[in-house]
């Protein structure tokens, strides 16, 4: 854990209100240094979908950099493309938005996680991420709140 993320975590407002780190750890070994930093979360979130549902998810969506807004050709996730010829005009798909990119960090990211997964499923929280934002939100408040 680096000495910025381990200092941060110690000030007054996490402390006293707690903390999200996004995406951190990854890993078995980023759990171990978590650890041996004196931090074991209280929850680990994992949003739970399948392959081609996060293939899907990722290949359509599209990006307004004059807004920085996403939308989704089919709506999953994010709102559906909008009317507006002008808006879907400047739309642009990100660079490894394809399936073939999508495919190779899927499989990058399996085995560390189902590690990670198995290292504190004591703490696992998992959450359906192939349902709409707001249900994917509500669900996690649902059971941290249950906590």
């Not at 920085?68 to 709102?79: D, L, N, R, V």
């Not at 073939?100 to 959450?127: G, H, S």
Request: proline share 4%; charged share 35%; with cysteine.
């Amino acid at each position: 854990m680096s000495k910025l993320l381990g200092g941060r975590i110690r000030e007054e407002d996490c402390v006293k209100k707690g903390y999200l780190i996004d995406g951190y750890p990854r890993t078995r070994t980023q759990s171990s240094l978590c650890a041996m930093a004196g931090m074991k979360p209280t929850a680990l979130i994992y949003v739970d979908m399948k392959d081609d549902q996060i293939i899907e998810k990722l290949c359509g969506r599209r990006f307004d950099p004059q807004t920085q807004t996403f939308y989704h050709t089919k709506g999953i996730g994010y709102p559906a493309l909008p009317d507006d010829a002008e808006i879907k005009a400047r739309l642009v798909t990100r660079s490894d938005d394809n399936e073939e990119r999508v495919k190779e960090v899927i499989e990058r990211y399996k085995i560390p996680t189902e590690d990670l997964l198995e290292a504190w499923k004591d703490i696992v929280i998992r959450v359906d991420g192939s349902k709409d934002a707001e249900a994917v939100v509500a669900e996690i408040k649902e059971k941290l709140d249950a906590l």
